[in-house]
């Protein structure tokens, strides 16, 4: 059984900081091929906010460039993301995906619950 975590949501002023982690936790999971951040529910047309893949190659939304940066941890199952200068518009329930994970073949995808992210005065 493969699950997904999310944490580090919040209540922030605007030009404030938060960090998100995902982490994924399972039996034999030999491998992701990418984790990401995305704004919309599991089933739905996510909203891509940020991603990174094999080799730490990141991709960004035009809306964050410059102001998040993603990051994975050490032993690869899990990921940060550090937003800078948040703005009101970023507010929003972001959902973290495990992309292509090899705990089971052929290799599934994993969404987490979600955390909630508020920016407001």
């Known amino acids: 059984q493969v699950q997904v975590v999310e944490s580090g949501g919040g209540l922030v002023q605007p030009g404030g900081s938060l960090r998100l982690s995902c982490a994924v936790s399972?039996?034999?999971?030999?491998?992701?091929?990418?984790m990401g951040w995305y704004r919309q529910a599991p089933g739905e047309e996510g909203v891509l906010v940020a991603r990174i893949a094999r080799r730490d190659r990141t991709d960004y939304s035009d809306s964050v460039r410059g102001r998040f940066t993603i990051s994975r941890g050490n032993a690869k199952n899990t990921m940060y993301r550090q937003m800078n200068n948040l703005k009101p518009e970023d507010s929003d329930v972001y959902y973290c995906?495990?992309?292509?994970?090899?705990?089971?073949?052929?290799?599934?995808?994993?969404w987490g619950q979600g955390t909630q992210v508020t920016v407001t005065s």
């Open positions: 995906r495990a992309e292509k994970v090899a705990a089971t073949d052929p290799p599934k995808d994993y």
């Open positions: 399972g039996n034999n999971i030999f491998s992701i091929a990418a």
